[in-house]
């Protein structure tokens, strides 16, 4: 049996997930490429890091059993499949995934004094080493930061949202009268622009003309000629590929992620798409990225004779952004698509194209429902606390952690900073539950098949039967994050008295309860 030889260039989303997918066969040898001092991570959890107490340790990207390269790509050459790196070193290849991913678009020229954006005053977020620089920043300040944020789509959106619930003081200024519309569509940026104006200081319609930063503050010079002085700007304007050479400016690829050249592929921010109604688009979240590494993987297997067709890859991967106290969330093309929004109780916009829906964004009214749970617990004369954020995101120890039905819908790899944010926030003595759905056929049949397309209790799509985690597994991954299992038990529906109740069968439902040393 001949062994094909498949090289990923990039160990973020894309290329992990390229590489999971590749490790299981052993008709393929697999190399990946990172760049050299780089450990991956799971950059989608960076922000907990910048704004929360999450160590740089929790959200690192588990890998595969591959071999992998620390180093630098120079060239590639796609005719004699070969890549060059910056140690001398070259690496030949039978199929080549690039998932270099991307960078985050610079202020224009000649408005930043000095230096381009960097981890100093003036900085982005979008890797490990900008989050580190923003919290080191924060953190060095005995009292609330001013902060300006230049952008108006999903990251300055959170960004902008998460510094302002912790006190902190926020300017937005975005280029747009109505921040996020190419993002999330006119109905949705709408919403979000009235939050912003309501929660943060606001700019809308403005550039910044010129920046002067200096180890005390930052001065900012708008095109009105208004002056703002900041301890931090936040640029976030949106990414651009990165490529390697020889493509320039992202590389083009098909409804299989298939490049131009024989036998390349690109999946993640670095590939540019094409469609007939759509036209050129690029989707640069880590859902997506991931989806799309696992298409071009499969796409690779079905060139190289050794795996079926995948079929035409489509964006399909949802995204969600917590933006003062509410989830928006969205799947598929939004950008330029017709919205319409649909009827009913909740927001949810229908975005389309030439009459086909194309994709989909909503409003979670998660603040409403925050509002209305702390009023009952006024009326009950109960004294809860209650925040919009994730585990990551929050600080201090509790005696109990409890998240229900929660892990089945977080990606593997991101399962141990999942699992290790709720072990950082339980108290030494303490404990934690959830529950969950065990990978079982009888779960497949009732909890999937059943729940969703015979009884429809929920919308078709609510879960992947692949997420699901055995009992096994999740107890692997708590002991991992410093957790001991205490105990098990399923849950059982009684029809007739159409209560739960606790069982000894494991098989569908399932809570756990793991301790703290």
Known sequence: MTTQHVLILGSGAAGAAAARTLATRDDVRVTMVTRTGETPYTRMLIKGIAFGPTPPEMIKLPLPQIEVIADTVLDVDTTAKRVQLTSGAQVSYDALIVATGSVPRSLPAGVLEGDDVGQGRVTALHSLEDAMGIRDLLTSLARPARVTIYGGGIIAAETASSLQADGHMVMLVSRSSVPGIGAFGAPVAERLAADHAAKVQTRFGRTLQHVDETESGVAITLDDDQRIVADLLLVALGTTPAAPSPWTNGIDVDDRLRAAADHVYAAGGVATHHDEALGAWRIDHWEDAAAQGTHAAQAALHDLDISDDPGTYLPRSPYMALVYGQ??????????????????????????????????????AAGAALEAARAHAVRSGLEIDYRA?????????????????????VAPEERPAFLGALARLTRPGGAVFLSTLNRTPRAFLMAKLGAEYVLRLLPRGTHDWKLFMTPAELGAGLREAGLRVEDIAGMGFDPLSRRWKATRDVRVNYILMAGRD
């Open 389 to 409: 954020a994730r585990p990551e995101e929050l600080s201090g120890e509790w005696d109990a952690v409890v998240s229900l039905e929660v892990i089945e819908h």
């Open 327 to 364: 989830m928006i969330s969205g799947v598929g093309y939004t950008a330029g698509a017709d919205a319409q929004v649909e009827a009913g109780e909740e927001f949810i916009v229908r975005h389309e194209t030439d009459g086909t829906v194309v994709g989909v964004t909503g409003i979670d």
